[in-house]
């Protein structure tokens, strides 16, 4: 049976996306937010059909597989070699901060400590897709902005260990025996596993055949691939994306072509991602956490950009001591 409703809903959400992007490109206003409040007004006054929002997950998803794939292939060899030391820094130095600053400030608002272990935990995942897009959006492509992609991608794995970690603490502190550790351990290294089994095929096939058509469902058999497997297997289906991006990145020979028919693919998916995600927020559960809620944004926002300039600092500083010793 067809929905007329769906289809139409498609369309509007469409345009939709290229209204926010042609206003983004006149304001240098962040087309994601633009998105997003499409969406929150979307939700609001209930326009979306049953249907789409039950897509919500499997659209995600694929939007999430396709960023990955994207960031991966920032993290070349070159790139690494050159910047490898400062992505590394930076992004344990956010995860830490991140963990400390946010524990503590609950802990001083009187939030019981196992819960503030784990939302301390959730403050440290980053938005890939959203940061990735106003890279995009912005035009630029710079040392600075390789770094920032390669900090996205590994914070992805360092914010799944944490929130690992203190969710088993959290549960222990209850009096609750689990295996969070193990579970996140297969979770993390399945992905790395899966990434291997697709990306070494796919770096050796990729960009074999002619641009356009052919290669536009290569690009779309490798993510939904990946994406599919991830799921079924139970592991991240964001560190799996990466570890197939990375491989193609630096194993295959014509590997741009693969990256840009994504890019190409990618945007459609962004649109529905980012109008889905702001038409699933739930406005009165955000107020009733009240100021805990706004210490919570507050002591995320405060702690990510402590860590970010205190790892920022660390190379300079070992680099002008190296200097001064030589």
Same mark, same amino acid.
């Given at each position: ?7 139409? =809903? ?33 939700? %609001? ?112 794995? %360092? ?86 991006? =990375? ?19 990618? %945007? ?51 680099? =002008? ?6």
């Amino acid at each position: 049976m067809i929905y007329s409703d769906t289809l139409l =809903a498609l369309g509007i959400l469409f345009f939709a996306g290229l209204l926010a992007d042609q206003i983004g490109r006149r304001t240098r206003v962040p087309r994601v937010t633009l998105l997003l409040m499409c969406g929150l007004i979307a939700g %609001w006054l209930g326009l979306l059909p049953e249907r789409i929002e039950a897509l919500t997950d499997t659209i995600m998803v694929a939007a999430l597989t396709f960023v990955s794939f994207l960031l991966g292939g920032s993290l070349k060899a070159d790139s690494l070699k050159s910047h490898g030391v400062e992505i590394l820094l930076i992004s344990v130095a956010i995860v830490l901060s991140t963990l400390s600053v946010v524990t503590l400030g609950l802990l001083l608002l009187k939030v019981d400590l196992a819960l503030a272990l784990v939302l301390a935990s959730i403050a440290t995942a980053t938005a890939p897709a959203a940061t990735l897009d106003v890279i995009r959006q912005s035009g630029i492509d710079n040392g600075f902005v390789r770094s920032v992609k390669g900090i996205v991608a590994i914070d992805d794995v %360092w914010g799944l260990i944490a929130f690992s970690l203190c969710l088993s603490i959290a549960t222990h502190l209850n009096g609750t025996e689990n295996a969070v550790p193990l579970s996140a351990t297969y979770e993390i290294g399945g992905a790395i596993f899966l990434g291997l089994v697709i990306g070494l095929p796919a770096a050796f096939l990729t960009g074999r055949i002619d641009d356009g058509e052919p290669l536009e469902v290569e690009a779309l058999g490798i993510a939904f691939l990946t994406a599919g497997l991830a799921l079924w297997m139970e592991v991240s289906f964001l560190i799996a994306g990466m570890v197939v991006g =990375a491989l193609i990145a630096n194993v295959a020979s014509h590997h741009n072509r693969a990256f840009h028919e994504i890019e190409h693919i990618q %945007w459609p998916f962004m649109i529905l991602f980012f109008i889905l995600a702001g038409a699933s927020l739930n406005l009165p559960s955000i107020a009733a956490l009240g100021g805990i809620g706004i210490a919570f944004v507050l002591l995320r926002t405060v702690s990510r950009l402590a860590g970010g300039g205190s790892g920022r600092r660390w190379p300079s500083q070992q680099n =002008a001591t190296s200097r001064f010793l030589a």
